[in-house]
């Protein structure tokens, strides 16, 4: 800190103004540990005030007297007979208790008030680490810690960060600056942001991370990569993280000299089996691979007139003698393929049900499109009862405003966890088919496309970050509320005071909906910019490919909008249990909010609201821009309670949000009514730009655009 500033915070300090003295600017994530204050100091300091440990090397020692240290404000000992007493179940001094230690697995743990002691024992080494976190959340937002009773194992095994991140270090879908990874110095400096996102990993129960994009390079399989990968693995190893990569399906062409990589010639899988067994000897506890196959202009068994299976199980093989898994992803289409989109997932994957080795998962997204703001579950789930499903959720915001709109995931993604499949029967809700538990799978795993980049925030907005954490939550607890997760991440991240927690959670939670209302209400979706999915163009035609076009998904027409995905449309429904698909085949039954998903309506058709189509469309607009209009008035009311610089960027970016979500209106309605030819309706203002001008801006340099 500057001399000015020292002296001004002594000064504040001096005559009792309560303002923050540390520079907040957004890199300490949730993990910020300032001195408390009051009796939430006085309970910490009697209940955690020092540290018993049987290892004191251990992380989960350093990183619990890290954090006790910053909220106490002192130095915490650790010796013997301290407060605080860690171990693992196996731990000597953790037997003696007599504790019911079962069942934790290595990720589980308890934490237990003995006497005036507090226990935190973990499964192992890992679990302790978790353990040790959630005793410090609990501490950080102030939270009661006398008679603590926590038991927690994770619902889903393997929780899995997916970076899009190219080896130049360009992020797909990235707003959050470049890739932390950096390539070209690794691995000789290992930059200790490495440390930290390990932390931040740990501290939410991410164990895995794909380090490099889906749409793979070929590169990362070297010898030198494979070193550098090495280092990453190393310094995540005690924080509990694995890594995994992607690999390019050509690879044995690209980088192993052979003629091509069908997956039944024995020289291929011996190839792949060399690979894995180099990369197990730098990397022991290697997670495996993901791959995108045949998705997207990726190479892919299909090449070879092979199956997805046929590819998966090649280099399952390869990996299994060393414990390692494939994540095969099932989001293909094809434009050769004539069928609508979101049908051809479904319709290549099911019949390969109970084909894949047992250390493969299939990676499907939560929707059968793609990550649009409302997507109805995707129809494999339920589907494919032999083989372990895996959630692919995106947390970097593609199609959801990018880093400067707010909103918070959660209630997306904890829409689609909590639907109910029917499959077989009622009550078999994704989470169950994710978890494994519905079919009594050993394997399960969910993955969350990372919104991490160099940006010193790293997420590259201050709210983006309780997408981070939310996703961590809900990969370990998926029956957590989003409502809980949010209270969690404000009280850490802007301080435990209701006075903030409160208005903050009241701007989280609606924000979801608002995004659909703005930008894709009624079940619209894919309208997004061409390429780079930023702004409104439902004009969008022509092009490579139909389905990349905002009229193939849209359907407008002078009589009427939507995708007509019953069985006298495209049949989509029918890819859903007949609970599901009888209820979306007909109007009346269909959820309002995914109406235009599945049906194609006329504008002046009265909808159960009272509105015509085209006014509830209107209205819809209107009510995102408004809730955001909200959110802007109360982080207004936050001014001075909140630090100065979080304050500003994000009133910056709900300002810009705002703007934008009033554009997405204005360009909309300016088209729908170039098809419709209907007047608004009272009350309603006209966009102040023609058609014309929304359709001649042109953003060349968006980012984050897969180039
Ligand atoms: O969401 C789309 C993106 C692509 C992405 C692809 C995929 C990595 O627009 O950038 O490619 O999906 O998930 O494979």
């Known amino acids: ?72 404000g002192k130095t915490v000992p650790v ?39 507090t226990l935190v024992a ?174 997207e202009g990726q190479p892919g068994p299909q090449d070879y007139g092979r199956s997805h299976a046929d590819g998966a199980n090649m280099l399952a093989d390869a990996l299994a003698p060393h414990g390692g898994i494939i994540m095969w992803r099932a989001f293909v289409y094809s434009h050769e393929t004539p069928d609508d989109r979101a049908k051809q997932a479904y319709t290549e994957f099911v019949p390969l049900d109970g084909q894949f080795r047992d250390n493969v998962l299939v990676q499907v997204k939560n929707g059968a499109i793609d990550f649009q703001p409302r997507e109805p579950f995707h129809p494999l789930f339920g589907a494919m009862p032999k083989t372990p499903l895996m959630m692919e959720f995106q947390i970097t915001k593609e199609y959801l405003g990018f880093a400067t709109h ?45 919104n991490i980049g160099s940006d010193r925030t790293w997420s590259g907005s201050h709210f983006d970050q309780a997408n981070w954490y939310a996703y961590g939550r809900l990969a370990w607890d998926h029956g957590l509320s989003s409502e809980a997760i949010a209270q969690e991440w404000a009280a850490a991240t802007f301080g435990p005071d209701p006075a903030i927690v409160d208005p903050i959670l009241s701007m989280m939670l609606p924000s979801h909906q608002a995004v659909v209302d703005y930008m894709t209400p009624i079940g619209l979706h894919h309208l997004m910019g061409r390429g780079h999915h930023y702004g409104p163009a439902p004009w969008l035609t022509g092009g490579p490919r139909a389905d990349w076009t905002s009229v193939y998904y849209h359907r407008a027409t002078k009589d009427g909008i939507g995708f007509d995905r019953t069985r006298r449309g495209t049949g989509a429904v029918d890819q859903y249990a007949k609970v599901w698909a009888d209820r979306f085949d007909k109007v009346k039954t269909t959820p309002p909010d995914f109406l235009l998903w599945f049906h194609h309506v006329g504008w002046q058709q009265p909808l159960a609201s009272g509105r015509t189509l085209w006014a509830e469309l209107l209205y819809r607009y209107g009510r995102g821009i408004q809730t955001v209009a909200s959110m802007r008035r109360t982080w207004e009311g936050l001014r001075g309670k909140v630090d100065e610089d979080r304050w500003q960027q994000t009133a910056a970016f709900l300002s810009i949000q705002q703007k934008e979500a009033q554009w997405w209106r204005d360009a909309s309605v300016a088209y729908w009514q170039s098809i419709n030819g209907l007047p608004l309706p009272p009350g309603e203002k006209p966009p102040p730009q023609t058609l014309e001008h929304y359709k001649s801006l042109s953003f060349p340099f968006a980012p984050g655009d897969g180039k």
């Open 1 to 72: 800190m500057h001399m000015l500033g020292r002296l001004l915070a002594s000064l504040m300090l001096a005559v009792g103004l309560a303002v923050p003295v540390f520079a907040e600017d957004g890199y300490d994530l949730w993990l910020r540990f300032r001195p408390l204050t009051g009796a939430a100091l006085a309970q910490t300091e009697t209940r955690l005030g020092s540290i018993d440990a049987a290892d004191a090397g251990d992380v989960a020692v350093a990183e619990l007297s890290r954090g006790l240290s910053g909220l106490l």
């Open 122 to 295: 973990g499964g192992s080494r890992t679990g302790l680490l978790y353990g040790v976190f959630h005793l410090l959340r609990l501490a950080q937002e102030t939270a009661p810690l006398t008679a603590l009773t926590v038991r927690e194992v994770p619902k889903i095994d393997r929780r899995i960060l997916n970076h899009w991140d190219n080896l130049d270090r360009y992020v797909e879908r990235g707003y959050a600056g470049h890739s932390i990874w950096d390539w070209h110095k690794l691995p000789d400096w290992q930059d200790p942001r490495y440390k930290d996102y390990a932390r931040a990993n740990a501290s939410i129960g991410i164990n895995g991370t794909v380090l490099n994009n889906v749409n793979a390079n070929a590169t990362i399989l070297t010898r030198p990569y494979l070193e550098k990968v090495a280092a990453l693995a190393d310094v995540f190893r005690p924080y509990g993280i694995r890594v995994y990569l992607t690999a390019r399906f050509s690879a044995p062409k690209e980088i192993g000299g052979l003629a091509h990589a069908d997956p039944a010639d024995p020289a291929v899988a011996a190839w792949w089996k060399e690979k894995a067994d180099e990369i197990y000897a730098l990397i022991p506890d290697f997670g495996g691979f993901l791959v995108k196959a045949n998705s």
């Open 406 to 450: 707010l909103v918070y995931l959660a209630p997306m993604w904890k829409e689609v966890l909590d639907a109910d499949t029917f499959r077989p029967k009622q009550g078999s809700t994704v989470a169950k088919v994710v978890d494994g538990s519905l079919d009594g799978h050993k394997l399960s795993a969910m993955a969350g496309v990372a």
């Open 79 to 117: 010796a013997t007979g301290g407060k605080v007493l860690l171990g693992t179940a196996n731990d000597p001094a953790i037997t003696a208790l007599g504790l019911d230690l079962r069942g934790l697995g290595p990720d589980g743990y308890v934490i237990r008030s003995i006497g005036d002691r």
